[in-house]
């Protein structure tokens, strides 16, 4: 698009000229060029410059009869946008016409002068007064004179002012107004005579008919009448459409070039108008139906070049137009664009299609040229003969070409002869490098296909442009396209495409000269799954093929066999170059799990066993396919294992000498084998005994098999279970065969086999029983016995794990990670040894290493037979459940010998136990009841806390009971105050009760009660009473190994302590004895220093009579006691319930009733006799 | 005439690929078989944007490749039909009338229960097949 003129490319802009004042022609040029639509101006300073307009001398011919010389003047177009104006403005300032006659005159002269210049061409004419102030009037009467002169229109004499930038806008406003209106008159009237003409048909010739057409719609363009100029360029491509067989104005070859040039003119104006009005799907189809029209007209055979260059060019411009087009293309708008016999489809709206057709009709070209030029080379033609005239060049008409004769200082123009033409445009054709452009074609196209995700699009346009940089002999370039071209068809198994681009790859190796490429690629061809026999070969000629020959199975064996001929050293001599290996630089491919070459050689290992014992044997298969279609024979194979000691070799009985010469390390073991010929598509299959030493895994690795003198072909070893199917062959319907006899082991088998420990032969024990107590220091004797294997570094590992959470066994994070709160719980305190102990202590390269659930120690070097034993105590904070595990790693032998180590693991499940459960209550003392005004208060709920009289004693009942299955023997319990300080004035504690009999063994559920009197002192809502210990050991035996006793703490809960304002004790007998009275008194005391009210009742009883008021109310004084007494007769025997007494404060409204127990008496049937040594056996009958 | 059909399978590998001319242009074919392919992904993956007709087996004209018209045809397996023809005329339902027979050759071949699925179709019952049907339409458009 570039190549085109200027004018062509762009709309048309009307065109004014400015004759005179120059001074304000840049303002007005400026002005004029901003406006919208814009124009432009010819300015011409003074008018002696005028003669430009002039006319030439009319074409005799133009008018006459003769045909015209051609279709379209290459000038008109760029004359009409910058030579002739639509509007001449003729400048004069008002000093010219105000001036003396003279300057009048000269005025006049000048108008006459461009009148006449004007007048033959239709230009309008304007006459601008520029008037440099206000003041410069020019008369009425002049005006009108001027005017006169000039024949013009009182508005097309402008007053320009340029006084004050307000005026002179509004004077460049009104003249770019005039202009706009006058040039938009000058273009319609040009293009009504010219309409005219057409319409008159008062021409001879189509081509005036198409250049009539052409200039109408030119002159619509002018006006920015899209419709009218679209519909007569097409007019005017339709009349040249119909010359192409009639016209015989100009020789042959010539006509034709003459009519594509113009057509391609129309064709370009006509695709920028319908693309810049939108219609997209308008301009494909114009597109198509050029591109159809025109494709067939080649021309002469010698000439097809010119043709295919012009024709690529369309495709190429249209692409450019495409793509810089800004219209969109239409998808959502219609699903089904164009007609509905001719549908477009999706890449009919990129340019990227049409890149890629430019770039293949450019290819066109290009072979039509190379066949013209081998036809003039062999045929001593008639165009050899005359020769190519020296100086062509294009004539005034669009697509036609003359020859310039100099004569002296004349020079003539000549017409060509269709010979001389043909030559000149093979020369012109000769200078251009085709395959440059070719190539930027598709890479073009490539580009956007790839930027569309049209993969398979940009990988044929890839493929194009491979093959034009292998043409022009540009081999690394073509190898890297073709790379990539390869990789999409490979993938998706396009066999005969992927078979003539590794044709073109394998050809550019061979002429980059790299023996390993072309070995690579000839191996993979002969690979293909192709099958197609020969019979295409006859005319394999006429097939479009690559270097590669046709894809048959006989150019496949042809490919191997070729390939393994230089691999045995021969020279592989072409045309251009030849191909040797070296001795010292043999070829090694290497082969792994995604290499193409899978297909030469897939080396499948599989162990028969998951497993193996150090000292025991298995057998292992190798399994070779190849897929290439002569057999192979190898001269050895090497298997290579992750323990290098395993290698082995495996070399061909049939030929021992060659293996011998072969054999490098005599250490290797080698094996032999029958024959190593690997048929098409058979699995060779070898099987041989493995062993191995070391444990742990043991994996194949690699299958290297040497092929012939100078070939190494290195297979990564895979597993038939988990082999991927061969890459081509997948999609082939053949018989699959298993790589190993037994079709169990292909579905299972592994090239890895892990190879065991060996069996240890020491005994760890772990001795402890039954559950653990928390606090105690429980002991877990370990013992390490040797029984068949000596102990050398011996190594202790111990991991206390959570048994429920479990996992944490062996796991480094466990070792390392601070530990969570909840596995302090329980803690390794300490490995103690027996004996060694000082000893390995001594020893600094032993290890001791303990942590809080983990530990490390190192077991000293034990003989056979030998016995050490340690013990692990661990202390549980909390009742948990815990894992112990423990392992012991040696060696069996001393250290340099094997290096292999051996592992015992033993873990043993452990509870951990609250030994005692510790209760505890207090009591008020017997019938004397404070009151506690927080518990009157509080509702029927519980108290949180426990709430005691100040300065009252009140009685604590600490309780113990074993809840183990072992006996317990507890030592002592004491309560500790918590704080030394705060204890004597805020809390009196005595232990007043019991103490641990029968040496304070507890039997499992035994309980243990001890009584402690408390004595609050400090009126606090949070007292502290203290910390109940409990001495406790496991041992039964009375005398104590020190330190073995063990202390629970349990903290009592903070009391709430307050000061009572009445206390009331009851007073009477500890018994009574039936009908004989006795006396109660409820003896009340005011603690308060206020007046209290106390109404009292006592409620009736049958089991007694009672003196006194039953109800009653009394005052008491500040810090006064008050007694009510009463006198009761029992009147039944045996343990009886007083009359219930209330005692209610008025002030608190609080009732106080002493319990039950309180007011509970027994009553003697009769006085009794009390004898203590028999009072135990008196008294069991009636308490049981 | 129709010159070329093809059967490609899901994972774009060509399943059966015959050509009916007598020119050495099966390579070229079997490239624009290959780029057809593009065209078929395009419509498959984008369906409101490019055809209004969303369980339509025929996917129509696929694109014109300088004298060949290709058309496709997807089946619910995902297996893709393939025609390339050099009439430059061509009705649509002709196509739809071809593609179901051939659709119909197809669903037998590989109901054989020798046929693996996803393999390459050897059947030579079918190529005769996709010959006559191939044979048949030529003539019917000519005549």
């Known amino acids: 698009m570039e190549d085109y003129p200027e004018e062509l490319r762009t709309p048309p802009v009307s065109l004014v000229s400015l004759v005179g004042c120059p001074d304000l022609h840049p303002t007005i040029s400026a002005a004029l060029h901003s406006e919208q639509p814009p124009i432009n101006t010819l300015a011409l300073p003074d008018f002696s410059k005028i003669s430009i307009f002039a006319r030439k001398q009319r074409d005799p011919l133009d008018a006459g009869g003769h045909p015209p010389e051609g279709i379209l003047k290459k000038e008109w177009l760029l004359k009409h946008r910058t030579r002739i104006p639509a509007v001449v403005a003729a400048l004069f300032s008002c000093d010219q016409v105000n001036g003396d006659p003279a300057q009048w005159l000269q005025v006049c002269t000048d108008l006459e002068n461009l009148k006449s210049m004007v007048r033959g061409r239709n230009i309008k004419l304007v006459i601008v007064i520029v008037q440099s102030t206000v003041t410069d009037g020019v008369s009425e009467d002049l005006i009108v004179a001027l005017r006169k002169r000039a024949e013009i229109d009182s508005k097309h004499l402008v007053m320009f002012e340029q006084d004050n930038p307000l005026e002179m806008k509004q004077s460049l406003n009104r003249l770019s107004g005039i202009f706009a209106e006058l040039c938009n008159t000058y273009y319609r009237e040009e293009g009504r005579r010219v309409k005219g003409r057409i319409e008159k048909k008062t021409f001879g010739f189509p081509e005036l008919n198409i250049r009539y057409c052409f200039k109408v719609a030119v002159y619509a363009e002018f006006r920015r009448d899209w419709a009218e100029a679209l519909r007569y360029y097409e007019d005017a491509y339709g009349v040249l459409r119909e010359m192409v067989g009639t016209s015989t104005r100009l020789p042959h070859i010539q006509r034709l070039v003459e009519i594509k040039a113009v057509a391609e003119q129309l064709h370009f104006k006509i695709s920028t108008l319908l693309l810049h009005g939108g219609k997209v799907v308008e301009a494909l189809s114009w597109f198509h139906k050029h591109a159809a029209s025109y494709e067939r007209v080649v021309g002469v055979p010698e000439m097809a070049f010119v043709h295919w260059e012009w024709f690529s060019r369309q495709f190429l411009v249209f692409a450019e137009l495409l793509d810089t087009s800004p219209a969109s293309i239409p998808g959502n708008v219609s699903p089904q664009f164009g007609t509905l016999e001719n549908p477009l489809t999706e890449w009919e709206f990129q340019p990227a299609y049409y890149y890629q057709l ?10 039509s040229l190379a066949r013209s030029l081998s036809l003039i080379e062999c045929s001593d033609s008639a165009y050899k003969v005359e020769g190519c005239p020296d100086s062509v060049t294009p004539s005034n008409f669009v697509g036609q070409y003359a020859r310039l004769v100099e004569e002296g200082d004349t020079v003539t123009v000549l017409p060509l002869s269709d010979a001389e033409y043909t030559s000149y445009a093979i020369r012109e054709a000769q200078r251009f490098q085709d395959s440059y452009e070719i190539i930027a074609l598709f890479r073009r196209s490539w580009e956007s296909f790839n930027s569309l995700k049209a993969t398979r699009m940009a990988s044929y346009c890839a493929n194009r442009m491979a093959r034009e940089y292998f043409e022009a002999a540009d081999f690394i370039n073509a190898k890297e396209f073709f790379d990539g071209v390869a990789g999409l068809f490979r993938q998706e198994g396009w066999a005969t495409l992927l078979w003539e681009t590794l044709g073109y790859l394998r050809e550019c190796s061979r002429k980059l000269g790299s023996p390993k490429g072309f070995v690579e690629y000839s191996l993979e061809m002969a690979a293909l799954p192709i099958f197609s026999n020969s019979e295409g070969e006859t005319d394999g000629d006429k097939r479009e093929c690559g270097p590669a020959g046709p894809a048959t199975l006989s150019r496949r064996e042809n490919i191997q066999e070729e390939v393994f001929n230089l691999l045995k050293g021969q020279t592989l001599v072409a045309a251009d170059c030849s191909l040797k290996i070296l001795e010292d630089q043999p070829v090694l491919v290497e082969v792994d799990l995604v290499s193409p070459l899978r297909m030469v050689l897939l080396a499948s290992v599989a162990f028969h066993d998951q497993s193996l014992k150090p000292t025991s044997s298995t057998s292992i298969t190798l399994s070779l396919l190849s897929q290439l279609p002569c057999p192979i024979t190898i001269d050895q194979l090497e298997i290579q294992f992750n323990q290098p000691t395993c290698n082995f070799e495996v070399v061909n009985a049939q030929e021992p000498s060659m293996a011998e010469s072969i054999r490098g390390d005599p250490a290797v073991r080698v094996e032999m084998a029958p024959s190593l010929t690997v048929l098409p598509d058979k699995w060779l299959r070898l099987t041989y005994e493995m062993k191995s030493e070391q444990s742990g895994k043991l994996e194949c690795l690699f299958v290297k098999a040497k092929i012939a003198s100078f070939f190494m072909i290195c297979c990564r070893a895979e597993s038939p279970a988990s082999m991927e199917d061969l890459p081509l062959w997948k999609f082939e319907d053949r018989v699959e065969s298993f790589p190993t006899k037994d079709p169990a082991l292909a579905y299972s088998g592994q090239r890895f086999i892990q190879v065991e420990e060996p069996e240890p032969q020491v005994d760890l024990s772990l001795n402890a029983s039954g559950s653990a107590l928390v606090g105690e220091n429980f002991i877990v004797p370990v013992t390490v016995t040797s029984k068949g294997h000596a102990i050398h570094s011996g190594e202790l590992k111990i991991n206390l794990v959570d048994a429920r959470g479990g996992g944490l066994l062996m796991s480094p994070r466990g070792e390392l990670e601070p530990f969570s709160s909840d596995s302090h719980h329980v803690e390794l305190l300490g490995i103690s040894g027996t004996l060694e102990e000082d000893e390995s202590q001594l020893n ?45 790693g040696y060696f069996p032998n001393s250290a340099e010998a094997a290096p292999q180590r051996v592992n015992v693991h033993k873990s043993l499940q452990i509870e951990g136990k609250t030994p005692f459960v510790i209760s505890h209550r207090f009591m008020s003392q017997f019938r004397r009841e404070p009151l506690l005004l927080t518990k009157v208060k509080s509702s029927s709920d519980s108290d949180k806390k426990t709430s005691l009289a100040l300065n009252e004693m009140s009685i604590l009942i600490v309780s113990a009971r074993n809840c183990t299955e072992v006996p317990l023997r507890l030592i002592s319990m004491s309560i500790e105050s918590n704080s030394e300080e705060n204890n004597s004035h805020s809390c009196l504690v005595e232990h007043s009760h019991g103490s641990p009999s029968d040496n304070g063994l507890l039997v499992p559920g035994e309980e243990f009660k001890q009584v402690f009197s ?18 406790w050991t496991r041992d039964a035996r009375a005398n104590l190994a020190p330190g073995s006793a063990v202390l629970t703490r349990l903290k009592l809960p903070d009391v709430n302590v307050e000061k009572p304002p009445l206390v009331v004790s009851l007073e009477y007998p500890p018994h009574a004895v039936l009908g004989v009275p006795f006396s109660l008194h409820a003896r009340v005391q005011n603690l308060t220093s206020m007046l209290q009210e106390i109404k009292y009742s006592l409620g009736d009883s049958q089991s007694f009579v009672f003196s006194g008021p039953h109800n009653g109310s009394v005052f008491i004084l500040p810090r006064v006691e008050h007694i009510i007494s009463y006198m009761l007769v029992p009147l039944s025997s045996g343990s009886q319930q007083l009359p219930r007494i209330t005692i209610t404060s008025v002030r608190y409204s609080a009732a106080l009733q002493p319990s039950i127990v309180a007011e509970t008496l027994f009553v003697y049937p009769s006085e009794p006799t009390f004898s203590i040594g028999l009072r135990r056996k008196e008294l069991d009958p009636i308490s049981s | 005439m129709i010159v070329c059909v093809a059967v490609v399978g899901q994972q774009n590998n060509p399943l059966y690929l015959q050509s009916f001319t007598e020119a050495g242009d099966e390579l070229k074919l079997h490239h624009i078989v290959h780029c057809s392919l593009d065209v078929i992904d395009e419509r498959v993956n984008n369906p409101k944007k490019s055809w209004p007709t969303l369980n339509e087996t025929f996917l129509g004209l ?35 009338n071809f593609f179901r027979r051939f659709h119909a050759a197809f669903v037998d071949a590989v109901s054989n229960p020798f046929h693996v699925p996803g393999k390459k179709i050897t059947s030579r019952s079918f190529a005769s097949r996709v010959s006559a049907i191939v044979k048949s339409f030529g003539s019917g458009t000519t005549a």
């Open chain 1, 358 to 367: 430019s770039a293949k009709y450019l290819r066109n070209k290009k072979l």
């Open chain 1, 844 to 888: 600094l390269d032993n290890i001791r290493k303990i942590q809080q659930s983990f530990g490390v120690v190192s077991v000293p070097d034990l003989g056979l037979g030998d016995t050490w034993s340690c013990n692990l105590e661990i202390k549980w904070h909390r009742p948990k459940s815990v894992m112990l595990y423990v392992s012991l």
């Open chain 1, 1014 to 1031: 408390v004595t609050p002192q400090t009126d606090t809502s949070n007292l502290s009473v203290g910390t109940v210990c409990v001495n």
């Open chain 2, 62 to 96: 696929l694109y014109p490749s300088e004298n060949y018209k290709v058309y496709g045809y997807l089946t619910n397996t995902k297996v893709k039909f393939i025609l390339v023809t050099i009439d430059m005329e061509v009705k649509d339902a002709d196509m739809r």
